[in-house]
């Protein structure tokens, strides 16, 4: 019985038995694969001596690169501007004829005689072109270009002639007359809006305020009251202060026996509160006798007073 129930597993057709051997096959090939997979692909050799060549002349590269110019465009005022031998590099050889020079004056062929290369020179060239200048000797350490080395060499031959910082200027052979436009002043009570602009500081704009303040006041009495319009700085005030005056302060005067609080409130001194107490002190107690009456108002102040008195009067 148990061998009847396992041969039901291992009984197979035709067909069953060839995709088995099929499959075997392939497994096996796959398993062979790798140990054949080297006859078909060729490794290529590496070759150490060609490996260092090529590090070689990469740091050939990197070093010309790097140490034929001055640091981030040598010129005078570059805060970048640093020593060359702040770095770590070494010419291998130093070729060249050295001689006393001057780094200011020297050309190019004679710095090709010292041994500098193509672009070192050019470099030089292009910072003193600009306008730059070396004004000690140890300043050739700055270029960029040389190394330690060859600038320790060239040390002892570099002859800087004194540098003069200061240019002449010769005095022409005539001088021109100079004429002084003539400082005028104007009458703040009178002056027009043309005399104003003329104003060191005044425009258009602040002549307007002055004018307008100067409608509403019913004329200045007092340079001092420039000062008071909106908006001037008290800087410009002084600038302009020596040019103002006031040749006649005749100025619109209010009767305070008769005029309304309508009217005397659109002046800046007095406004709507000092017009009402005005009115309803008169109102109360008759007319005003003299200006100085005006004091027995309690809004009337020492300093109000002051500046509204000039305005006013009591009709007599």
């Known amino acids: 019985m148990p061998w009847k129930f396992l041969s039901g597993y291992f009984s197979f057709t035709k067909k069953e038995r060839n995709g088995i051997l099929l499959l075997i096959t392939l497994i096996l090939i796959f398993f062979a694969l790798p140990f054949f997979y080297p006859l078909f692909i060729q490794h290529k050799k590496n070759d150490p001596t060609q490996f260092e060549k090529e590090i070689a ?19 005078p005022g570059n805060r970048n501007y640093q020593p ?16 006393d020079f001057d780094p200011n004056t020297i050309a190019d062929a004679d710095w090709k005689r010292l041994g500098l290369r193509d672009k070192t020179i050019a470099t030089i060239r292009n910072y003193l072109n600009k306008g730059g200048k ?3 000797p140890e300043d050739i350490s700055r270029i960029w270009g ?3 080395d060859e600038i320790q060499r060239l040390l002892p031959y570099v002859k800087i002639a004194a540098i003069n910082h200061y240019v002449k200027i010769d005095k022409p052979a005539f001088e021109k007359t100079i004429y002084k436009k003539e400082t005028k002043i104007i009458d703040i009570n009178t002056a027009d809006s043309i005399a104003f602009v003329d104003l060191p500081g005044i425009g258009a704009g602040f002549t307007k305020r002055i004018l307008n303040f100067r409608n509403r006041l019913g004329g200045f009495v007092s340079v001092q009251q420039i000062s008071e319009t909106y908006g001037l700085p008290d800087s410009t005030f002084q600038k302009i202060k020596p040019r103002l005056s006031i040749s006649n302060a005749t100025v619109k005067q209010f009767n305070i026996n008769i005029a309304s609080i309508d009217e005397m409130k659109v ?5 709507y509160a000092i017009a009402n107490a005005i009115v309803q002190y008169r109102t109360q107690h008759g007319n005003f006798s ?20 000039p305005y006013l009067n009591v009709g007599q």
């Open 57 to 75: 002349a990469l740091k050939i590269k990197t070093a010309d690169s790097s140490h034929d110019f001055f640091y981030k465009d040598a010129e």
């Open 84 to 99: 060359a031998y702040n770095r770590k590099e070494y010419s291998s050889s130093f070729k060249g004829i050295l001689f």
């Open 134 to 136: 070396f004004y000690k």
């Open 146 to 148: 040389l190394h330690p």
């Open 267 to 271: 002046h800046p001194y007095i406004r």
């Open 290 to 309: 003299s200006v100085n009456d005006i004091k027995k108002i309690m809004l009337v102040t020492d300093d109000v007073f002051g500046k509204i008195t």
